[in-house]
């Protein structure tokens, strides 16, 4: 019997560290793969926190959500307040850039539990003398724990209730259950198992308008390379169609060596200015200026007049080299050779890069790399630079880039990275979990109602909007579509008031894009004939037909709307015609609310009734409201959810609606018969 007994016995590392924790905290969201990456988030946006949160029996719970900057020692908490079916909810907001990390705390609420049974036992007309004792008991533990006045304001509450019944209802006032919850000692709290992370930037990694320009093909006149002077005299231009962000190709000495020429060719000839992603050259590297664009002092004074007028410069980090780069001859080790004894070019089949190698990341001495490229990052930093649009960033290492981004924004906390990784959903996702700031997406090739609603949805209904935040671009150097090569100015038009709306960062390439550069290479294929990767091109900003204008008006809606600098308040309205769409965006106080309806049919008048979900806009469904035609100034007279739309692609392909929910008077009437 003594052995059945010693095989029985519990040790006590067989024991929970403790055991009298009672509460429970499952399913905490926003968490990104079990903690593993931090959340997103921009200065003075909220966290809203949610997590089951129960014990056993049936005592009432109490939660706090705690949360406090990575330099911060102490934490800071705001309530938890229950939501349904053990649901509970708190939000606190990031004010710093940089790291905050958050938890719940959850304990079992003695106080609560005695205050709710002696309010039942109230209702029932109970003896409750031995329940007031026993309140009185945990009132006087809280007075210990107090500072001298609330101390005291505690012990006169215990006294009374002491007295006996006729002070019963002292125990149910908001004034000591505000007391005793500043002093609860929280017994046996539990909390989650997780500390998490908010990566917080600042505003314009939330919204952003971005403009791609070459700087070669900035000159006046033809026959000319362009330089950062003639860049700045395009400044203006840019800065009036309303973009804040101007992205530039990569600026360095382009090789020599297998050069490609117009329209991708194998052959370049003497005048052909190859490729600005072939980098490298004698002038130098990753960190030298090419010649032709000017100095860094020019560079310099660039990015300065670009600040003046609201722009900030963003440049391509594009980690690969001509075979003239500087690192082929001092670091060989950094290059993978093939059998023959020549360097691998790249290649992504059947495609060939013959004027790029690649760097080798399984080199033995990658952790130099590492540093070196790191170097390049910091060293454009401290030229002015804040922002960088990352080429192909997922043909290099995951952890690299965790590391690289880690690196920086420790150091440089305002910095934004752009992922131009257009490969696999989960590949894209993964590397905005590690750390990049926004990221290209598939928006170029949704081009179907079915397309846009599904995509849009996973992107902001989805935990994919806690880490992954859109840029949309209807068309790159490398992208043009067939949408756009076929469907005229009202193609254009309806891309970039969708791209522009529906997601609150967007992006053209320019000025390919206002004046409609609609010609392939071939049918079939998305590249541009004549593309400016290969040469230098002329561009007539003063065409007739520009863009610009509608451009302008279009940027200056975004920058008036708040509701269109968020994307997680996206609402999709049925229609009953499958080439319009219809939605909508507000913000969290309804203060502004515009709503959207797109002719996706670039070729055909399109009409239909749309059918408004009018609590997400909060319309009373028995008054009328008014809908301003933001793009056109028009005005109309809506009543209830059911309402028509019919949109002619050659006049206007879209209505950008701002509701007005006020009550109309007579005098309006009046005014729209």
């Known amino acids: 019997m003594a052995e059945v007994l010693r095989n029985r016995a519990i040790s006590a590392e067989q024991f929970p560290a403790e055991g009298r924790q009672r509460v ?37 719970v109490s939660a706090v959500l705690r949360f406090r900057h990575l330099r911060q020692p102490d934490w800071d908490e705001a309530p938890m ?39 039942k036992r109230l209702q029932a007309e109970q003896d409750v003398s031995v329940d007031l004792l026993i309140g009185a008991e945990l009132i006087e533990a809280a007075a210990a724990r107090a500072g001298e006045a609330d101390g005291e304001l505690l012990r006169s509450y215990a006294a009374r209730l002491r007295e006996g019944q006729e002070h019963a209802e002292l125990a149910l006032e908001p004034e000591l259950a505000e007391l005793m919850a500043r002093y609860d000692d929280r017994p046996f709290a539990s909390q989650y198992q997780q500390t998490l992370r908010v990566t917080v930037d600042r505003e314009r990694a939330r919204f952003s308008t971005w403009y791609e320009m070459f700087p070669r093909s900035c000159a006046p006149e033809p026959g000319r390379h362009g330089t950062f002077r003639d860049c700045e005299a395009r400044l203006p231009y840019i800065a009036g169609m309303g973009f804040d962000v101007l992205y530039l190709p990569p600026i360095h000495p382009i090789g020599r060596t297998n050069r490609k020429g117009r329209n991708n060719t194998l052959v370049a000839g003497p005048d052909d200015p190859g490729s600005p992603w072939a980098i490298g050259a004698g002038d130098g590297g990753h960190d030298a200026i090419n010649p032709a664009l000017g100095t860094l002092d020019d560079f310099r004074r660039f990015v300065e007049r670009a600040q003046q007028l609201g722009i900030e410069v963003a440049l391509d980090l594009a980690f690969q080299c001509s075979p003239d780069h500087p690192y082929v001859r001092q670091h060989p080790e950094w290059f993978r050779r093939r059998p023959d004894g020549t360097v691998q070019y790249a290649e992504n089949p059947p495609k060939k890069y013959q004027d790029i190698y690649p760097l080798d990341f399984e080199t033995e001495r990658w952790r130099e790399l590492w540093e070196e490229l790191k170097s390049v990052v910091q060293f454009w930093i401290d030229q002015g630079v804040r922002i960088f649009r990352v080429d192909n960033p997922h043909t290099k290492p995951f952890r690299f880039w965790e590391w690289l981004i880690g690196e920086i924004k420790a150091a440089h906390p305002e910095i934004i990275f752009l992922s131009e990784a257009f490969t696999r959903p989960k590949v894209m996702y993964h590397l905005a979990k590690l750390g990049f700031t926004q990221s290209y997406t598939y928006f170029a090739w949704r081009n179907t109602k079915w397309e846009l609603t599904q995509y849009l949805t996973e992107l902001t209904r989805t935990s994919v909007r806690e880490f992954f935040r859109p840029n949309f671009w209807p068309n790159t150097p490398d992208i043009l579509t067939e949408y756009l090569q076929h469907g005229g100015r009202p193609a254009f038009m309806a891309r970039l008031v969708l791209a522009a709306t529906l997601s609150a960062s967007y992006g053209i390439y320019g000025p390919a894009f206002e004046l409609c550069e609609h010609r392939p290479l071939r049918p079939g294929s998305e590249e541009y004939l004549n593309s400016e990767k290969y040469e230098i091109r002329v561009w007539d900003l003063d065409r007739p037909d520009s863009l610009k204008d509608f451009i302008a008006r279009v940027n200056r809606i975004r920058r008036e709307n708040p509701a269109l600098h968020d994307n997680a308040n996206l609402t999709f309205h049925p229609v009953d015609n499958e080439q319009i769409i219809c939605y909508s965006k507000s913000t969290a106080d309804r203060s502004n609310v515009i709503l959207v309806v797109v002719n996706l049919d670039p070729y055909h008048t399109q009409s239909g009734w749309v059918d408004l979900a009018l609590d997400a806009l909060e319309l009373d469904p028995h008054q009328s409201f008014q809908v301003h035609d933001l793009l056109t100034d028009a005005y109309y007279l809506w009543h209830g959810p059911r309402n028509y739309v019919e949109l002619n692609p050659h006049v206007a392909p879209a209505h950008v609606f701002k509701v007005r929910r006020k009550v109309l008077t007579e005098r309006d009437f009046d005014y729209f018969a």
């Open 24 to 60: 429970v905290i499952e399913r905490l969201s926003p968490e990104i793969d079990c903690g593993r990456f931090a959340i997103k988030r921009t200065i003075g946006e909220p966290v809203v926190v949610e997590a089951d949160i129960f014990a056993d029996g049936h005592d009432a």
């Open 81 to 119: 307040t229950l939501v349904e079916n053990d649901r509970w909810r708190g939000t606190f907001t990031v004010m710093e850039l940089g790291t905050y990390e958050y938890t719940v705390l959850a304990w079992v609420d003695q106080y609560q539990t005695w205050a709710r049974d002696l309010r």
